[in-house]
């Protein structure tokens, strides 16, 4: 059975950096042909891919978010890390992390973090 | 990056009612295509892939078609618990997802 729970602040101030981290269990990472993503939905607006880890360590960001991201992976945990630099209001969103396939879609998720940006 | 374009934005419908739901890409996407599912405060959960086939468990009411660009999502006969979001994403390239079509009660 796979599982994916994100944990981290619920609050953030604006320019502070996000961590995030995806804690799962029922797969490894270490497998070949699995990666973890992260996507984020804003209050009321429509999901937005972030970035992917592999098995094989190979990264992919975001084009629009890539100088601010950056994902990491602790396969002796089963973690995944993301880290989002200078923080903005307009990132307020809950945050998912979720299991893909090399094949391509997201076919298991967390339940989600809320992460509000504010003063 | 591909573009994703979702219609309706949002649908009425009835109980036992036939929906369709378009998704349009930017440029061809072969069959790279998912449907996903979202109800308030959940995450979302697939039920079509590679435009056609349907995840495990998901009810055969739901059923997907399309490639290269024009894609559909239809539900044979609306049940209650389908009044939803729903979203479509590719994974041609790096992954997008539509805007989203909310499906309400009529």
């Known amino acids: 059975q796979i599982t994916l729970k994100e944990s981290g602040p619920t609050l953030v101030k604006p320019t502070q950096t996000l961590t995030l981290t995806c804690s799962f269990s029922?797969?490894?990472?270490?497998?070949?042909?699995?990666?973890v993503g992260w996507i984020r939905q804003p209050p009321g607006k429509a999901l937005e891919w972030l970035a992917l880890?592999?098995?094989?360590?190979?990264?992919r960001y975001s084009p629009s978010l890539q100088s601010r991201l950056t994902i990491t992976k602790d396969t002796s945990k089963n973690q995944v890390v993301l880290t989002m630099t200078n923080m903005d209001p307009v990132d307020t969103a809950t945050y998912y992390c979720?299991?893909?396939?090399?094949?391509?879609?997201?076919?298991?998720w967390g339940q989600g973090t809320l992460v509000t940006v504010s003063s | 990056a591909i573009q994703l374009t979702q219609s309706p934005s949002s649908l009425s419908a009835s109980v036992g009612d036939r929906v369709t739901i378009t998704c349009r890409a930017s440029q061809g996407i072969s069959s790279a295509l998912a449907w996903y599912q979202q109800k308030p405060g959940k995450a979302p959960k697939v039920l079509i892939y590679?435009?056609?086939s349907l995840e495990s468990g998901v009810p055969s009411r739901f059923s997907g078609s399309g490639s290269g660009t024009d894609f559909t999502l239809t539900i044979s006969s609306l049940q209650p618990e389908d009044f939803a979001t729903y979203y479509c994403?590719?994974?041609?390239?790096?992954?997008?997802f539509g805007q989203g079509t909310r499906l309400e009660i009529k």
């Open positions: 994403q590719q994974f041609n390239s790096y992954p997008t």
């Open positions: 880890i592999y098995w094989d360590d190979d990264k």
């Open positions: 590679d435009a056609s």
């Open positions: 029922g797969f490894s990472l270490t497998t070949t042909g699995v990666g």
């Open positions: 979720a299991h893909r396939l090399s094949s391509g879609w997201f076919d298991y």
